[in-house]
């Protein structure tokens, strides 16, 4: 009879015989050290909590598992085992009388079965290896459901956008007109009222106040639907930047912000929509202020760079939208705040995902600045830094007269 081809497995195999009858245990290890199988790690078990311990300590291939251990009995041994373990490949070694059991040990998540007694060296040999082959496919497997499942998940994202897009041009017309005749009323009863009443000032303060989030609300979603159009022209952003401080300077002030300015004087042109871009600053400066501490930092740094052949200084960029030897126009947003937490970091350019949701905060900030940036054909990136608080990234193509007078 020909032995299973011995080239399949490319690498040693490390194996656990977890069985408790000791005549069994020697049978198993004498046929794997004859096997043509290469074995580089063998360990032998005779309890299951002695199986665990071991599968804890070695990162074992595959295991020829006896399902009644003294700790553990039938079905329950093997679910167990795979609960803990499910990266490994599992034969049951049951009893002559048992052959149902090893049967329907296959539909419980073990990869084959031997009948005690009924097997030689080369049906061991040919079960580890279809026990090792199934347990391949079956990871294939799962990383193509999940890869189906996160492709089915963006696709109910982006029709759930399509919606919202759909809706905004709508909601807009019938919330801005409400609301700017509120505006008006307010900003009416304001000047008309001259009460000593302190708390009506107050009141009709937070009323406009309120008006304002709202309205913003509202652009945040027309923007992020794409329903407003694009002007773009050359811009220095240096400049923007400065509109863009000098628009929130009252947020700065009352926080005692210390911003620190690194600008390059020499900076090439963008070729942008002003408006849409003093948007997208204003949220990522306002972000920052939002995550500093009372007299934290905040620096705004812009440069520009030409990007190396192999795009290796800017690895995120992503090749389809830069091209090696491109000159690109970088902004970077810095705080020395909260920072993001790690599980979040996946979830910000989500519409609507915010932390921040007592304190007021919509979450459509970025992702309305991710669309702005990609309307521009440029890139936005937030990361933690090192050792504070979190830097928003900016990049946009250098304008088609900078790059060449750059030349
Ligand atoms: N500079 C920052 N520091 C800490 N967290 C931030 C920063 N910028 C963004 N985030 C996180 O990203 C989330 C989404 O931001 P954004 O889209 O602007 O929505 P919002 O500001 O309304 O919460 C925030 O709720 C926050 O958790
Ligand atoms: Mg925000």
Same mark, same amino acid.
């Given at each position: 009879?020909?032995?299973?081809?011995?080239?399949?497995?490319?690498?040693?195999?490390?194996?656990?015989?977890?069985?408790?009858?000791?005549?069994?245990?020697?049978?198993?290890?004498?046929?794997?050290?004859?096997?043509?199988?290469?074995?580089?790690?063998?360990?032998?078990?005779?309890?299951?909590?002695?199986?665990?311990?071991?599968?804890?300590?070695?990162?074992?291939?595959?295991?020829?598992?006896?399902?009644?251990?003294?700790?553990?009995?039938?079905?329950?041994?093997?679910?167990?085992?795979?609960?803990?373990?499910?990266?490994?490949?599992?034969?049951?070694?049951?009893?002559?009388?048992?052959?149902?059991?090893?049967?329907?040990?296959?539909?419980?998540?073990?990869?084959?079965?031997?009948?005690?007694?009924?097997?030689?060296?080369?049906?061991?040999?040919?079960?580890?290896?279809?026990?090792?082959?199934?347990?391949?496919?079956?990871?294939?497997?799962?990383?193509?459901?999940?890869?189906?499942?996160?492709?089915?998940?963006?696709?109910?994202?982006?029709?759930?956008?399509?919606?919202?897009? $759909?809706? /905004?041009? #709508?909601?807009?017309? &019938?919330? *801005?007109?409400?609301?700017?005749? !509120?505006?008006?009323?307010?900003?009416? @009863?304001?000047?008309?009222?001259?009460?000593?009443?302190?708390?009506?000032?107050?009141?009709?303060?937070?009323?406009?106040?309120?008006?304002?989030?709202?309205?913003?609300?509202?652009?945040?979603?027309?923007?992020?639907?794409?329903?407003?159009?694009?002007?773009?022209?050359?811009?220095?952003?240096?400049?923007?930047?400065?509109?863009?401080?000098?628009?929130?300077?009252?947020?700065?002030?009352?926080?005692?912000?210390?911003?620190?300015?690194?600008?390059?004087?020499?900076?090439?042109?963008?070729?942008?929509?002003?408006?849409?871009?003093?948007?997208?600053?204003?949220?990522?400066?306002?972000?920052?202020?939002? $995550?500093? /501490?009372? #007299?934290?930092?905040? &620096?705004? *740094?812009?440069?520009?760079?030409? !990007?190396?052949?192999?795009?290796?200084? @800017?690895?995120?960029?992503?090749?389809?939208?830069?091209?090696?030897?491109?000159?690109?126009?970088?902004?970077?947003?810095?705080?020395?705040?909260?920072?993001?937490?790690?599980?979040?970091?996946?979830?910000?350019?989500?519409?609507?995902?915010?932390?921040?949701?007592?304190?007021?905060?919509?979450?459509?900030?970025?992702?309305?600045?991710?669309?702005?940036?990609?309307?521009?054909?440029?890139?936005?990136?937030?990361?933690?830094?090192?050792?504070?608080?979190?830097?928003?990234?900016?990049?946009?193509?250098?304008?088609?007269?900078?790059?060449?007078?750059?030349?």
């Amino acid at each position: 009879m020909n032995q299973p081809s011995q080239s399949k497995f490319t690498q040693p195999l490390k194996i656990l015989i977890v069985e408790d009858n000791q005549i069994d245990r020697r049978i198993l290890e004498s046929m794997l050290q004859e096997s043509s199988t290469p074995v580089s790690l063998l360990k032998t078990a005779d309890t299951l909590a002695g199986a665990m311990e071991l599968l804890g300590q070695h990162s074992f291939d595959a295991v020829i598992l006896d399902l009644n251990l003294p700790d553990s009995e039938g079905k329950n041994t093997l679910t167990k085992l795979i609960g803990k373990y499910p990266q490994v490949a599992i034969v049951i070694n049951t009893g002559a009388y048992e052959d149902e059991v090893g049967i329907h040990t296959l539909s419980y998540g073990a990869q084959d079965f031997l009948v005690k007694g009924k097997y030689t060296g080369y049906v061991l040999n040919k079960a580890l290896h279809y026990a090792l082959e199934r347990k391949r496919l079956e990871r294939e497997l799962n990383a193509a459901y999940e890869r189906l499942t996160e492709t089915q998940s963006q696709l109910v994202q982006m029709e759930k956008m399509k919606v919202v897009g $759909a809706l /905004a041009s #709508g909601i807009a017309h &019938e919330v *801005k007109n409400p609301l700017s005749a !509120i505006l008006y009323g307010v900003t009416y @009863l304001c000047e008309q009222i001259k009460s000593p009443e302190q708390k009506i000032q107050v009141t009709l303060t937070n009323m406009k106040e309120a008006i304002a989030r709202a309205n913003n609300t509202v652009n945040d979603l027309l923007n992020f639907a794409g329903t407003t159009s694009q002007n773009s022209k050359p811009e220095n952003l240096n400049e923007l930047v400065e509109k863009c401080l000098s628009l929130v300077h009252h947020e700065i002030d009352k926080k005692h912000v210390k911003v620190v300015k690194k600008f390059d004087g020499g900076l090439p042109e963008v070729n942008v929509d002003r408006n849409r871009i003093e948007q997208v600053l204003v949220n990522l400066i306002f972000n920052a202020i939002q $995550a500093v /501490a009372d #007299g934290g930092q905040l &620096e705004l *740094k812009t440069y520009c760079r030409r !990007i190396s052949e192999d795009l290796d200084s @800017l690895p995120d960029l992503g090749k389809d939208k830069f091209k090696p030897g491109e000159m690109i126009v970088v902004c970077d947003v810095e705080d020395n705040g909260s920072g993001i937490q790690p599980q979040h970091i996946p979830k910000v350019f989500d519409p609507f995902f915010t932390t921040r949701r007592e304190a007021g905060g919509v979450g459509l900030g970025l992702s309305v600045t991710k669309d702005i940036m990609e309307n521009h054909n440029g890139v936005v990136l937030v990361e933690n830094r090192p050792t504070q608080g979190v830097r928003a990234r900016l990049v946009f193509h250098a304008s088609d007269g900078a790059a060449l007078s750059d030349q």
